[in-house]
């Protein structure tokens, strides 16, 4: 049974950290590239981070750059997301997604077609 399993959300001070983990069953990262997701509510679907898992090479928005880091861990069988200086604005869902990438998926991630595999969510809150 293929499946993504989320872990790591919580409440949060502007300011703080938290780290947020996805885990694959009844598949390899090797062959994916892996990314996260988040929606606010009344807000679009954005991508945040995506990760090759064949060569680890990463992609990161704008809005991720100098605060986020997306990580392959533990001999690749969890994909990380570290979450620094976070911000009010950072409050919203996020969801782990994969795609394989034997042809030709590359990061990003597109936010909505194409992405075969999503995890239920993981809610991220961040006060002032």
């Known amino acids: 049974e293929v499946q993504l399993v989320e872990s790591g959300g919580g409440s949060v001070q502007a300011g703080g950290s938290l780290t947020l983990s996805c885990t694959p069953s009844?598949?390899?990262?090797?062959?994916?590239?892996i990314g996260w997701f988040r929606q606010a509510p009344g807000k679009e679907r954005e991508g945040v981070a995506c990760i090759s898992g064949a060569d680890g090479i990463a992609h990161l928005s704008d809005s991720a750059k100098g605060r986020f880091t997306i990580s392959l861990v533990d001999a690749k069988k969890s994909v990380i997301l570290q979450m620094n200086s976070l911000k009010p604005e950072d409050t919203a869902v996020y969801y782990c997604a994969a795609e394989d990438a034997r042809y030709g998926m590359r990061c990003p991630l597109p936010a909505k077609y194409g992405v075969n595999y999503w995890g239920k969510g993981t809610q991220v809150s961040v006060s002032s």
């Open positions: 009844g598949f390899s990262f090797d062959d994916y590239v």
